[in-house]
């Protein structure tokens, strides 16, 4: 079992920048690929940018030379660097680790409010 631990969200102002923290408990051995997604009210849930254990990363058009998705496979963390935030980018991000294609482990949430 995996648990995910998040951290790092709360309350901006357009334009500025919040950096998202995600650490997963235990080692993970084999492929896998932690991302971040988020949701907003009336929103289905969406996938803001991925990086798999050997650095492959995807983002969302939306985000796209704004945020920047980085992890430490040694320690088990992913990371979310956020900038030029814009009210649009409010929701809750949720942090989660899909396992040799077998096990998808997602975080609680944290808040983000982009303030206009």
């Known amino acids: 079992q995996v648990l995910l631990v998040e951290s790092g969200g709360g309350l901006v102002q357009a334009g500025g920048s919040l950096r998202l923290s995600c650490a997963a408990s235990?080692?993970?051995?084999?492929?896998?690929?932690m991302g971040w997604y988020r949701q907003a009210p009336g929103k289905q849930r969406e996938l803001v940018a991925a990086i798999s254990s050997g650095g492959l990363t995807n983002y969302a058009d939306s985000v796209k030379g704004r945020f920047t998705i980085s992890r430490d496979n040694a320690k088990n963390t992913v990371w979310l660097q956020m900038n030029s935030l814009k009210p649009e980018d409010t929701a809750v991000y949720y942090c989660?680790?899909?396992?040799?294609?077998?096990?998808?482990?997602w975080g609680q949430g944290t808040q983000v409010t982009v303030s206009s």
């Open positions: 235990g080692s993970i051995s084999g492929w896998n690929v």
């Open positions: 989660k680790c899909s396992y040799l294609s077998r096990y998808d482990y």
